[in-house]
């Protein structure tokens, strides 16, 4: 056959396949949700999807004793006050330097080679406190944690025993997580918090629920008044039998005088 026999036939093959109205587009791969667990040290940290590898696991501090599992670590006090700190571990340094996962520190230490400077200028820019010239809302780590997840983008992030529940510094420091909890939900962020947790806990809602707010209040109010009563009735108890018990080392000093005075002489 000839070229320009073959031409035509070429030309002719392809006038019968139909025209598509659009390229066909590439299958695009779906990005893999970016799901974060953060650690705190009460026990719900055994909720911690540990066996679950898309999950990252995030923990401060001495976790490490405890957890079996992390991704990223968290030592946010100066070096200076945790290594003169005799409540700590005496390896704790030894433990991070030996770590092989990014530690979020004040700044990078050469002989930590994990650590990782944490980013708190940006993140102070990124979420600045509402009043002019206040410092950043950070009083505890975990808020840290929260933020620096918002800001790498996680979908998901689950609070893991961060309870908060003492009347310590837990109490203090609650409202500074709550308030980072409530940035991640504005963002659309699904967070997730057990309830052995104290965090983003209410008994009764205000205004709706006052008549059963006001009736706990007087019941806790009759027990508190009791348990008071019952003290007072103990001290009371107390302070008699001190007394008493002065009264009969007083008396029992007296014998010892007379029989001292008043002993047979020995033949």
């Known amino acids: 056959m000839k070229k320009e026999q073959l031409e035509e036939a070429v030309a002719k093959r392809k006038a019968t396949i139909p025209a598509l109205e659009a390229p066909i587009a590439p299958i695009a791969a779906t990005p893999p949700v970016k799901k974060v667990a953060i650690l705190g040290?009460?026990?719900?940290?055994?909720?911690?999807?540990?066996?679950?590898?898309?999950?990252?696991?995030?923990?401060?501090?001495?976790?490490?004793?405890?957890?079996?599992?992390?991704?990223?670590?968290?030592?946010?006090?100066?070096?200076?006050?945790?290594?003169?700190?005799?409540?700590?571990?005496?390896?704790?340094?030894?433990?991070?330097?030996a770590m092989e996962c990014p530690i979020y520190m004040q700044r990078h230490w050469d002989d930590i080679p994990g650590s990782v400077e944490y980013p708190l200028n940006a993140l102070a820019q990124m979420f600045p406190n509402p009043t002019p010239g206040a410092k950043p809302y950070l009083t505890n780590t975990i808020t840290y944690m929260i933020l620096l997840a918002i800001a790498e983008g996680f979908q998901s992030i689950k609070l893991c025993g961060v309870n908060m529940s003492h009347d310590s510094e837990y109490a203090q420091q609650r409202p500074s997580c709550e308030w980072a909890v409530g940035l991640a939900q504005g963002r659309g962020i699904n967070v997730w918090i057990p309830m052995e947790s104290d965090l983003m806990k209410t008994n009764y809602l205000y205004g709706f629920e006052e008549e059963q707010a006001n009736a706990f209040d007087a019941k806790l109010a009759s027990r508190k008044k009791e348990l008071q009563d019952r003290l007072n009735g103990l001290d009371a108890q107390m302070n008699n039998l001190n007394a008493a018990r002065e009264q009969h080392r007083g008396a029992l000093q007296d014998a010892e005088h007379l029989h001292k005075i008043w002993r047979s002489t020995p033949h």
């Open 41 to 97: 040290f009460t026990e719900s940290w055994r909720l911690a999807p540990f066996d679950d590898e898309s999950w990252e696991i995030w923990g401060l501090n001495e976790l490490y004793i405890t957890i079996p599992r992390w991704t990223r670590w968290f030592e946010i006090h100066d070096r200076a006050v945790y290594e003169a700190d005799k409540k700590r571990v005496s390896d704790h340094v030894q433990r991070l330097m």
